[in-house]
């Protein structure tokens, strides 16, 4: 039997030290961290790691956690705790208030960080929401000059687009802060939660791949489906195909091959390089079509609450008031030059009265066929 090795398992809240034996499986390691963080059982969490190439994947859980690719040069050796799939409803799959927490903090990394694209007048508002959740209603006796700490809440981004000092960006989140007066601690991470949710990069992993005639292209994985982007464009998708669409996926080396379940589709292909990143992208295929079939049985059965959008939009109508005059104050101290090509797409879309989801409806318009037709036909020159 091997030496135990030490593991360092990492999370929104802090890390903890775990013994791994050789015979241990991700899934003892999940149950012991659920236990540990009070966490019950769900299917959105595993463990992400960086494998010998340095490349990142998830642990199997059903598999010994030593057996796996994990860079044992690394001392100690690095597991992140994470989602790994993303609901498609906050509201109906995030009800305990520790998932809440973790969920929302992952969120708001991936929005400071600037991998999730969000809008400078969005970024504001979720700030004043993180103030509310962290401090409760703002009192001006109490919270004084740098309890906002701009850099920590905003994307660089954002700060760099708008000639606005650390004191007046913290002025700025604490109007808005100010305005979300007697909303609970809890309430307000759910409802910046339930609006991220509707950002186009939200809950998508990106992985580069080609068309055959070699055209560099994003592969988009999410719980909705699969869209393709163009290469210098990860907001709005190019192409797309929903799961419900989609009968079976493979690979064979570099080239992936997916059957459509109208057979009258050719098969839609493309190619990435690397065997371990394709393992991985079959693996978030997979895991997130299971998910996306789970889920349409929830609602068949009236598990689920399936708020639909008109509900949303009356629910959330207050807030775009408040957003438009957020915006309103930034754009008189916008530097547009420093827009990034996030910004113009987002900012065209919405002109054209575009959201994510009527985007996403665009790219799946069309019978199959002439989208892997079109998928086929695309160019560098496009993109």
Known sequence: MGKPVMIKVEHMEGSESVEVKSAMTGQSLMDHINTTLQMPENKLYSFQYNDTKDHEAFIKLEKKILSQDLNKKE????????????????????????????????????????????????????????????????DASK????????????PARVLGQHGLSPEQW?????????????????????????????????????????????????????????????????????LGFPWGE????????????IKM??????????????????????ALCVGNHQLFVHRRRQQAAGELLQEDRATLEAKLRKTKEQLLAIRQDLESVKDKS???????EHVKNEEQGMDKFKTMKKAQSGDAKRRILDFEDLEEAEC
């Open 246 to 257: 989609i009968r079976n996926i493979s690979f064979n080396d570099k080239k992936f091959t």
């Open 338 to 344: 420093k827009m990034t090509r996030d910004d113009i």
């Open 75 to 138: 001392d100690p050796i690095v597991l992140q705790f994470k989602a790994k799939f993303f609901p498609e409803s906050v509201n109906d799959e995030i009800k305990t208030n520790v998932i809440q927490r973790l969920f929302w903090k992952q969120i708001k990394q991936g929005i400071v960080e600037d991998t999730i694209y969000c809008p400078p007048e969005l970024c504001v508002l979720f700030a004043a929401q993180a103030m509310q959740f962290e401090h409760g209603d703002y």
């Open 170 to 238: 913290e002025e700025r989140i604490k109007n808005a802060w100010a305005k979300l007066v007697g909303t609970p601690r809890e309430t307000s991470i759910m409802d910046y939660l339930n609006i991220a949710q509707d950002l186009e990069q939200y809950g998508i992993t990106y992985f580069e791949v080609t068309n055959k005639k070699g055209t560099r292209l994003w592969l988009g994985v999410h719980n909705l489906g699969m869209d393709v982007y163009e290469y210098n464009n990860k907001v709005t998708p190019r």
């Open 143 to 154: 919270h004084g000059p740098g309890i906002v700490k701009a850099d920590k809440e905003l």
């Open 261 to 282: 379940v109208n057979k009258d589709a050719p098969d839609f292909k493309f190619y990435s390089p690397r065997f371990k990143v394709n393992k991985r992208i079959l």
